[in-house]
Nanobody, 123 residues
Framework: QLQLVESGGGLVQPGESLRLSCVTS????????IGWFRQAPGKQREGVSC????????YFLDSEMGRFTISRDDAENTVYLQIDRLKAEDTAAYYC????????????????WGRGTQVTVSS
């Protein structure tokens, strides 16, 4: 059973940065594309970014270009999401998920999900 475990969330002030981690089962990064999603209270889950098996990355929040950076460490079976210049609007539960399909922002196309890590941005 493929497992995904997120960490790195917390309470931060506006303008600060966070790096979220998604540790996967061995060989996952060779077989699946890994996406990051977020869900704020009362809102639908939305795609943030995705990195494919070849290491290419996509970003889905056009208005936030430049603040999110996805990367991965194959030796550690880990995908990271760096979030810079955090805003109150970034407050949400952040999830990583795996898809056998191409990278996309549709949550229904992702098969495996982690339990999420909470990011709260507040002064």
């Amino acid at each position: 059973q493929l497992q995904l475990v997120e960490s790195g969330g917390g309470l931060v002030q506006p303008g600060e940065s966070l790096r979220l981690s998604c540790v996967t089962s061995p060989d996952t990064l060779e077989r699946y594309q890994i996406g990051w999603f977020r869900q704020a209270p009362g809102k639908q889950r939305e795609g943030v970014s995705c990195i494919n098996r070849g290491g290419a990355s996509l970003y889905f929040l056009d208005s936030e270009m430049g603040r999110f950076t996805i990367s991965r460490d194959d030796a550690e079976n880990t995908v990271y999401l760096q979030i810079d210049r955090l805003k109150a609007e970034d407050t949400a539960a952040y999830y990583c998920a795996a898809t056998i399909q191409f990278c996309n922002s549709n949550p229904s196309r992702y098969i495996y999900w982690g339990r999420g890590t909470q990011v709260t941005v507040s002064s």
